[in-house]
């Protein structure tokens, strides 16, 4: 049975908005470009519930984020963590930005092709520069084809995070954004 939570529960929005208090960087080191920083931590944690399956045909959606309109372009800094079995199998972990199609620079690689299975933490991360506009970031998996087709994938307690921050150097906006979550708490 499926335990579903409540967007509150499962979706923890921080927005610090620095300029909104008016806070620059009045002292700053000889390379930092003066201006107005903004910052915000979306995150998304599945916790305990039933096992995801992984599929050696196709990319699974572990987990999924789906952010408001950020009204500049800003760096998103997206860490996926959790937790997987692994039984005679690779598993391949990777971030889809705006697709479900894997971004290949993100791939990790997990095995286990003894008899038996292992259990272990599975992660993968990286920093993006994107346009203004809303985005969602895709936590991925599959099995890699190979030479061992008979053993499974299995994740739980997954997590997505991501940081928003801009560099200063570009006009920004004072507007908090709003967020919302799918009713499945994927």
Same mark, same amino acid.
């Given at each position: 049975?499926?335990?579903?939570?409540?967007?509150?529960?499962?979706?923890?929005?921080?927005?610090?908005?620095?300029?909104?208090?008016?806070?620059?960087?009045?002292?700053?080191?000889?390379?930092?470009?003066?201006?107005?920083?903004?910052?915000?931590?979306?995150?998304?944690?599945?916790?305990?519930?039933?096992?995801?399956?992984?599929?050696?045909?196709?990319?699974?959606?572990?987990?999924?984020?789906?952010?408001?309109?950020?009204?500049?372009?800003?760096?998103?800094?997206?860490?996926?963590?959790?937790?997987?079995?692994?039984?005679?199998?690779?598993?391949?972990?990777?971030?889809?930005?705006?697709?479900?199609?894997?971004?290949?620079?993100?791939?990790?690689?997990?095995?286990?092709?003894?008899? %038996?299975?292992?259990? +272990?933490?599975? #992660? &993968?991360?990286? !920093?993006?520069?994107?346009?203004? =506009? /809303?985005?969602?970031?895709?936590?991925?998996?599959?099995?890699?084809?190979?030479?061992?087709?008979? %053993?499974?994938?299995? +994740?739980?307690? #997954? &997590?997505?995070? !991501?940081?928003?921050?801009?560099? =200063? /150097?570009?006009?920004?906006?004072?507007?908090?954004?709003?967020?919302?979550?799918?009713?499945?708490?994927?």
């Amino acid at each position: 049975m499926r335990t579903v939570l409540s967007a509150s529960a499962i979706l923890i929005v921080v927005l610090t908005v620095v300029s909104a208090v008016g806070l620059t960087l009045a002292q700053r080191g000889p390379n930092i470009a003066a201006g107005t920083y903004q910052c915000g931590v979306f995150s998304k944690s599945y916790g305990f519930g039933t096992w995801l399956y992984l599929s050696n045909t196709s990319w699974t959606t572990i987990l999924s984020l789906s952010l408001p309109n950020v009204p500049i372009s800003a760096y998103y800094h997206v860490v996926c963590d959790g937790h997987a079995t692994v039984l005679n199998a690779m598993a391949e972990v990777a971030i889809g930005v705006d697709t479900t199609a894997e971004d290949t620079s993100t791939r990790r690689f997990y095995s286990y092709t003894d008899i %038996g299975w292992n259990m +272990v933490g599975i #992660h &993968t991360e990286r !920093v993006y520069h994107l346009a203004a =506009g /809303s985005h969602t970031f895709n936590f991925l998996g599959t099995i890699l084809n190979g030479p061992v087709s008979y %053993g499974y994938v299995s +994740v739980n307690y #997954h &997590t997505i995070t !991501v940081t928003v921050f801009t560099d =200063g /150097s570009t006009a920004t906006s004072t507007t908090a954004p709003s967020t919302s979550i799918s009713a499945d708490g994927r």
